[in-house]
């Protein structure tokens, strides 16, 4: 039977990315997806500006709408509109991401097996990359992950035609302060807008109703979305082992979704270059470190604003409709400041506020 250098379980945008990086690096790459693509995944297909810049290969070629337009919205309600200086999110449909990126590890040389799951007890190669997603199982049968905490989400579609496209081309709608633990949004796409609310994992029960008052808003009924569907947001804690000597993990698998923006795209990216180079220099006990050093004060951050929104949302909506907040979070969109910590002068006022509304006991 022929040997890998690295088995990669999952092939989503950090398997499929983890394994062009191995490839390049000169590794010989085994990668499995139980999916046969091209394959959804329930999931709002935004790859904001930073997520975009770190993806090894060009996804220009999948990208439906650019969105340089941003509406906050307060509780179906007091809105700001804020208009940002270039494309801050890239919309793609994750149907077409993923075989995107699947098609370049192939062309990479990757060999990849689709509809295929595999032991990794008994797998032939000497190194495990779980990228199996939030549901994912390599996780624990190599000894890693645990101690995550669950969100969840919940998307579907309505063509233009059913909703105007001159409201939505170009813009991002994000419904703050309703659902608790998450927002609300409407994302443009080529023929279509997506919209989703993401919550704690305890709203799971109640996601519909999140769902439908936010197709209420905007003029809908939620019979008429079309491809309905739900997925978890998992949220690693410091306790979640990712990485022992024969295995390790990355984007879902690995917990990487960002706490207030449900995002993991970026994630995934960042991860599967920190695991591909600590996989081609023989150090897979460094890769953890490596990750808190890149994630660590952005999801840090991203915790404290979550608290903030969760607990004093009409107060963290003063601060989240003004223009010098804006201004930092077109920063962070756009990868020009990698967390909020290193945003400088008078723009840190808005963001100590949100600091202190979430130390407040
Ligand atoms: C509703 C929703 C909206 C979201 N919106 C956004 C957004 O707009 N922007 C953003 O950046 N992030 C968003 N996210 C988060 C984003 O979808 C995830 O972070 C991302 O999909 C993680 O990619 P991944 O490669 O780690 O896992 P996945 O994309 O889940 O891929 C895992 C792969 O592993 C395969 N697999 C699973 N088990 C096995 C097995 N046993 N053997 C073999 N293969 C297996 C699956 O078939 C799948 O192809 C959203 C999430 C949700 C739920």
Redesign the pocket.
């Known amino acids: 039977m022929q040997r890998y250098d690295v088995l990669v ?7 499929s990315t983890t394994a062009i990086r191995l490839a390049e690096g000169g590794a010989r790459v085994l990668l ?4 046969i693509f091209p ?1 959804d ?8 500006t930073r ?1 975009f810049a770190q993806c090894p290969v060009d996804p220009t070629p999948v990208v439906e709408d650019e969105v340089d337009v941003v509406e906050l919205r307060f509780r179906f309600g007091d809105s700001v509109v804020r208009q940002a200086s270039s494309p801050v999110i890239r919309m793609t449909q ?1 149907r077409w991401l ?1 075989a995107f990126l699947l098609a370049a590890a192939r062309e990479r040389g990757v060999e990849v097996r689709e509809g ?3 032991d990794t007890a008994t797998a032939p190669a000497d190194v495990i990359v779980g ?8 996780a624990k049968s190599v000894g890693l992950g645990g101690g995550i905490v669950q969100g969840v ?3 579907g579609n309505v063509p233009y035609g059913t909703v105007a496209r001159e409201r939505y081309a170009h813009r991002a709608v994000v419904e703050l302060a309703d659902i608790p633990g998450g927002y609300g949004w409407v ?1 443009p796409k080529g023929d279509h807008v997506n919209v ?1 609310v ?1 919550a704690w994992q305890e709203e799971g029960p109640r996601i519909r109703e999140h769902l439908a008052r936010v197709c209420n808003a905007h003029g809908l009924d939620p019979s008429q979305l079309d491809a309905l569907r739900g ?3 998992p949220l690693r804690r410091a306790a979640t082992r990712l990485a022992n000597e024969r295995a390790l993990l ?4 690995a917990g990487l ?1 960002d706490p207030v923006s ?7 990216f960042v991860s599967s270059r920190l695991a591909a180079e600590a996989i081609l220099a023989g150090t897979l006990a460094a890769y953890p470190a490596k990750l808190d050093a890149a994630l660590g004060r952005l999801h840090g951050a991203s915790w404290k604003l979550k608290r903030a929104l969760d607990r004093w949302p009409r107060a963290s909506w003063r601060v989240a409709r003004t223009r010098l907040l804006w201004g930092s979070v077109e920063r962070l969109l756009l990868g020009d400041v990698g967390s909020p910590g290193e945003v400088t002068g008078a723009a840190r006022v808005p963001l100590r506020v949100l600091d202190a509304l979430a130390r407040i006991p």
């Open positions: 379980v999952g092939g989503g945008p950090a398997g499995v997806d139980k999916a394959r995944k329930p999931c709002g297909g935004g790859l904001t997520a994750r993923d295929t799951t595999i990228a199996d997603g939030a549901n994912g199982t390599t989400a919940y998307e994302f989703g993401g997925h978890r947001l990355v984007g879902d698998a979704i449900g995002d993991g795209m970026y994630e995934c």
